[in-house]
Structures are given as C-alpha cells and as structure tokens.
Nanobody
Framework: QVQLVESGGGLVRAGESLRLSCTAS????????MAWFRQPPGKERELVAS????????YYGDSVKGRFTISKNNAKNTMYLQMNNLKSDDTAVYYC????????????WGQGAQVTVSS
C-alpha cells in the first residue's frame, strides 16, 4: 500500500502564492506517476497537474498553465505544487494522487488540503 499525506493549504489573497506538499510512504517503489487534483465547491474533481515519477515528464491543465509548477524530490518521496498568482477560481480542496506501475488510473489518494483564495 501507499500512503499520501498532504500539507501546505491555507487562506491567501488573490495574486499571492502557496506551495502544497505531498509525501508518500509505503510501497513507493511501485509509483509510476503522481498528480494533483482539485475539487471546487459544488463542482467535480479535476486534474490540475501530473508528473511521471521516474522521468519527470509533466502535464498541466489549461487553467493553471504558466501559474502552477509541479515538481518532486524522489529522495524525500515528496511531490510539490507551487501555485503562483492565485485566483479566486483556484479555491478548492486539493488532493494528491498516486498511480502504480501496471495499473490504470490513480488508486492512492491523500486526505485533501483546503486552498481558499480571497478576492
């Protein structure tokens, strides 16, 4: 099993920055990719960004391109999401997720971190 623990959420003003962290433990050697999802109030969960664990290839959703940066530190089994120039539309619960080698989709999830951006 893989356990994911997030940290770094909070309340910020529009235009400010915030960094989320997600630390993995357990069978991390099986990790293929990790990602950040978010669920705004009253809306469905959406993919924000993802990163391949070994090669570092990244993907960003259109709404965050140029503002958010996903990165990782393999030695610390930790993934980050640097969020700059935050907007009120970025308000959501942010979840980190993990995908294992040989499996489709994300099967491991963190507990969620609230990010609130005031305008």
């Amino acid at each position: 099993q893989v356990q994911l623990v997030e940290s770094g959420g909070g309340l910020v003003r529009a235009g400010e920055s915030l960094r989320l962290s997600c630390t993995a433990s357990g069978r991390t050697f099986r990790m293929y990719a990790m990602a950040w999802f978010r669920q705004p109030p009253g809306k469905e969960r959406e993919l924000v960004a993802s990163i391949r664990w070994n090669i570092g290839a990244t993907y960003y959703g259109d709404s965050v391109k140029g503002r958010f940066t996903i990165s990782k530190n393999n030695a610390k089994n930790t993934m980050y999401l640097q969020m700059n120039n935050l907007k009120s539309d970025d308000t959501a619960v942010y979840y980190c997720a993990g995908q294992e080698l040989g499996r489709d989709g994300y099967h491991h999830w963190g507990q969620g971190a609230q990010v609130t951006v005031s305008s």
